[in-house]
C-alpha cells in the first residue's frame, strides 16, 4: 500500500506540527529507532505538537487505511515505533511536565522521556518506578509493565498511573481515571492494548531518599553457575527495598561475565548489611557499589539526562511537603 503524495500535503496543511517525507533532509534521523538493527521507512513521519495533531493524523490513518506505528522514546527493541509504508506519529515534540508535591502526583505528556521525568520529580524528593535508561520513552514504558529499580518498593510503572488522557480511533480526546471510563484505565494499566494513543500520563509519586546505595558486581563467567545459584538463593529472600538485575554479559574488555546490578532504597547502614554476603562472594572482579543518586543508579543514566541535571546532582535535593 502506497501514500497518496496529496492526501500528505492536505495533512500537513491540517496540522501544526511537522511532517516528514522521504525526501526531506531530516528524514533518516526521523525515521532512526533505538534499536539500530531495525530498518523502517515510512511513508512520512509526523511530528506532533499538539494532541489536535495527534487526533488528526489517527483519524487521517483510519480513514486511508494507512499502516499507523505511535513514537514515544522509540526504544521498544522490537521496533513497534516504526512500520514501512506507513505513518509515524511521533509524539517527541509533547514535552509538559507538571509535578503536584504537594498531592505527591505528576502529569508528563506523552513525548517525555524518563531522564526529563526523573529531574522534575527528584529536584523535590520523589520519584516513581520508570525505566532504566533516560531516553526510554514515559509512554511506552508504562503502557508496557514499566520494570524499574524502584518496582519492588513501589510497584510497576503501570501501577503508578493514576489517569490518562487517551485520543481514540476516531479522533475523540477521553480521560481514563478511577472516576472516568475506568474499564479503559484497567486496560492501560495491562488489561489490553490498542485502544487509543496516550497523550498525557498522571502517575502517584513517592519519597525518595537523595542518595541510594547501587552500583555492579561481575564475576568471570567461569563462575557464573555458582553466582547465579547465590543471585537465585540471595534473591528469594531479598526485602522489598532491594531489587538486583542479574545478567550474563560482555565486559568492556571483550570476555564475557555474569554480573548484577542491586538498588537498595532504605537507608545506607541496612543495605550494606543486607548485600554483604553477595559482594563477598567469589571475590567479583567489579565491585563499585557504594552511594548514588537515583539520577546515577546506572553507569550510564547521566548520559542522556537533561542539562539540569548535573545542577540538581551537584545540588541539594528539595524534601516532599508533609
Same mark, same amino acid.
Not at 31 to 40: F, K, L, T
Not at 136 to 149: E, M, N, P, V
Not at 259 to 281: A, K, W
Given at each position: ?13 491540517d496540522? &501544526? ?11 533518516? %534521523? ?28 489517527i483519524?487521517? %490513518?483510519?480513514?486511508? #487505511?494507512?499502516?499507523l506505528?505511535? /513514537? ?7 521496533? &513497534?515505533a ?18 503536584? $508535591?504537594?498531592a505527591?502526583?505528576?502529569? %508528563?505528556?506523552g ?8 529531574? #522534575?520529580?527528584?529536584e523535590?524528593g ?5 525505566g532504566l535508561?533516560p531516553?526510554?520513552g514515559? =509512554?511506552?514504558?508504562t503502557l ?7 518496582? *519492588? ?14 485520543i ?7 480521560? $481514563?481515571?478511577?472516576d472516568?471510563?475506568?474499564?479503559l484505565?484497567?486496560?492501560l @494499566? ?6 487509543g ?11 525518595? =531518599? ?5 552500583? +555492579? ?5 567461569? *563462575? ?13 529472600? $531479598?526485602?522489598?527495598s532491594l531489587?538486583v ?11 564475557? @561475565? ?14 550494606? &548489611?543486607?548485600?554483604? &554476603? ?5 571475590? !567479583?572482579?567489579?565491585?563499585?557499589i557504594?552511594? /548514588? =543518586? ?6 550510564? +543514566? /547521566?548520559?542522556?539526562?537533561? !542539562? /539540569?541535571a ?13
Amino acid at each position: 500500500m502506497t501514500v497518496d503524495p496529496a492526501d500528505l500535503e492536505r495533512l500537513a496543511g491540517d496540522i &501544526s506540527g511537522q511532517l516528514i517525507v522521504p525526501t526531506h533532509r531530516d528524514y533518516d %534521523a526521523a525515521r532512526a529507532v533505538w534499536n539500530g538493527m531495525i530498518d523502517r521507512r515510512p511513508a512520512a513521519i509526523v511530528r506532533c505538537a499538539t494532541t489536535s495533531d495527534v487526533a488528526a493524523v489517527i483519524v487521517f %490513518a483510519a480513514g486511508k #487505511e494507512v499502516p499507523l506505528a505511535v /513514537r514515544g522514546g522509540g526504544h521498544n527493541i522490537a521496533g &513497534s515505533a516504526t512500520c514501512d509504508n506507513g505513518l509515524v506519529l511521533d509524539l517527541s515534540p509533547l514535552k509538559s511536565i507538571e509535578v503536584d $508535591a504537594g498531592a505527591r502526583r505528576a502529569k %508528563a505528556a506523552g513525548g517525555v522521556v524518563w531522564g526529563e521525568f526523573d529531574v #522534575e520529580t527528584q529536584e523535590v524528593g520523589l520519584a516513581t518506578t520508570g525505566g532504566l535508561i533516560p531516553s526510554t520513552g514515559i =509512554a511506552g514504558f508504562t503502557l508496557g509493565g514499566g520494570l524499574g529499580h524502584l518496582m *519492588r518498593s513501589y510497584g510497576l510503572g503501570c501501577d503508578n498511573l493514576l489517569s490518562a488522557e487517551v485520543i481514540t480511533a476516531d479522533g475523540s480526546r477521553v480521560r $481514563a481515571s478511577s472516576d472516568q471510563n475506568p474499564d479503559l484505565l484497567w486496560a492501560l @494499566r495491562g488489561g489490553g492494548g490498542n485502544f487509543g494513543v496516550v497523550t498525557e500520563f498522571e502517575f502517584q509519586l513517592h519519597e525518595l =531518599a537523595p542518595t541510594l546505595l547501587a552500583g +555492579r558486581l561481575a564475576h568471570p563467567l567461569t *563462575r557464573a553457575r555458582d553466582a547465579l545459584r547465590l543471585y537465585r538463593d540471595f534473591t528469594a529472600a $531479598a526485602p522489598d527495598s532491594l531489587i538486583v538485575y542479574g545478567s550474563l554479559s560482555t565486559g568492556p574488555d571483550g570476555d564475557p @561475565r555474569m554480573g548484577m546490578r542491586p538498588v537498595f532504597n532504605g537507608p545506607l547502614d541496612q543495605g550494606q &548489611s543486607i548485600l554483604r &554476603s553477595l559482594r563477598e562472594f567469589g571475590p !567479583p572482579i567489579l565491585d563499585d557499589i557504594g552511594p /548514588r =543518586a537515583y539520577l546515577r543508579c546506572a553507569e550510564d +543514566r /547521566r548520559a542522556g539526562l537533561p !542539562p /539540569r541535571a548535573s545542577q540538581l546532582l551537584e545540588g541539594e535535593f528539595r524534601r516532599p511537603p508533609e
